[in-house]
């Protein structure tokens, strides 16, 4: 599985941003996909998260700002990001596992999002 992530950039406090990630590959191995984000400095924090069948989940910090979405048919995710704060710049990381068949881990090389204050 290939992810490729898109749709970062600057934005100033407040805006907002749709982040997209496109899988290739055996995706139908997919179950479960979700974003991370890692500011310098830190650790990569999860972000939200979407499984077959299930409903969204989000980090505290993120909780009712941000919207994870899936299009199977595109095999894309998103993640809409609106309300954005200088704390919110990080590189963005989508991440898939394959429940389905391996349960191994991937992961895109990310897109970074900067907030300016």
């Known amino acids: 599985v290939q992810l490729v992530e898109s749709g970062g950039g600057l934005v100033q406090t407040g805006g907002s941003l749709r982040l997209s990630c496109v899988a290739s590959g055996d995706t139908l191995c997919i179950a479960a996909m979700a974003w991370y984000r890692q500011a310098p400095g830190k650790e990569r924090e999860w972000v939200a998260g979407?499984?077959?069948?299930?409903?969204?989940d989000y980090g505290d910090s993120v909780k009712g700002r941000f919207t994870i979405a899936r299009d199977n048919a595109k095999n894309a995710l998103f993640l809409q990001m609106n309300s954005l704060k200088p704390e919110d710049t990080a590189v963005y990381y989508c991440s898939a596992r394959d429940d389905y068949c391996d349960g191994v881990s991937y992961w895109g090389t990310g897109t970074p999002v900067t907030v300016s204050s």
């Open positions: 979407l499984r077959d069948g299930g409903s969204a």
